[in-house]
Structures are given as structure tokens and as C-alpha cells.
């Protein structure tokens, strides 16, 4: 995550984001999620994280899409244009300009279900499903 995390900052926002922490999410309801602590002062985050699905085995593309909608989200807090980390005007607006620039396909909310489980993930399913019905 630390080398795409890297590659995106540096295409996406000009290198201009610190590198935060990263975390695996142990959901297969969400595919990505940015966090903060809290914004102290200009421009600093007090433990920015970035967290991403393990559930998924993450084509190339997806997983670009999935991290920077979460950088957008991290971007947006730490310029303080949104710090309330919230998928409103800002946030359409970036993404927008970024699907159109650069090819990308970020959308405001992503039905995981549209990704390819891991082998691990499609067993645990299984087991879910299998004893709820």
C-alpha cells in the first residue's frame, strides 16, 4: 500500500500529501476507509490512516480507484477544505475532475460486491451464508 500510496501522491497531488499510516480493513461491506484523529492545526492530521479491504483480490485499476478516493478524503482534511471528511461538494468535485483528467473512476459510494473475493474470503462467505439460511 506505502508503494501505491507513493505513485498516486506523486500523479495525483503533486507529492503534496504526508505519508499516513496504513491498515488492513476486515470487511467485505467496506472496500476503503480514511481516518484521522483529529486536525491540529494548519495542514496536520494527528495519526492520518489509510485502511483497505482484504476481502478483495484488488485488480489494478479498482485498487487505484478504491486509494485515491481515500486520498481525496485525506487531501481534503488536511487542506482544511473538509474536515469533516464527508463525501459532499469538495469531494464530488475532486473526483469528478479526476475521472475526467486522468481516466480514473472514482464514485461516491462502491458496492464491493462488484469485486472478486479473495480465496480466504470466499470460504468464510460460504460459511456465512450457508448457516444463516
Known amino acids: 500500500m506505502e508503494q501505491k500510496f507513493r505513485e498516486y501522491n506523486h500523479l495525483y497531488f503533486h ?3 504526508p505519508l499516513p499510516q496504513f491498515g488492513l480493513l476486515k470487511s467485505y461491506r467496506t472496500c476503503g476507509y480514511f481516518s484521522c484523529d483529529k486536525i491540529v492545526g494548519r495542514r496536520k ?3 492520518p490512516r489509510i485502511e483497505i479491504s482484504r476481502y478483495f483480490d484488488w485488480e489494478e485499476n479498482d485498487l487505484r480507484n478504491v ?3 481515500e486520498m481525496i ?3 481534503l482534511a488536511y487542506k482544511h477544505i473538509d474536515v469533516h471528511i464527508t463525501h459532499g461538494e469538495a469531494f464530488k468535485k475532486m473526483s469528478e475532475d479526476f475521472n475526467q483528467q486522468h481516466g480514473l473512476n472514482i464514485a461516491e459510494k462502491v458496492d464491493c460486491w462488484m ?3 479473495s480465496a480466504k474470503a470466499s470460504r468464510l462467505l460460504f460459511f456465512m451464508f450457508r448457516y444463516l439460511y
Open 45 to 47: 492530521l494527528k495519526k
Open 115 to 117: 469485486f472478486k473475493p
Open 73 to 75: 478524503h485525506y487531501y
Open 15 to 17: 507529492g503534496e500529501l
Open 67 to 69: 486509494m485515491v478516493h
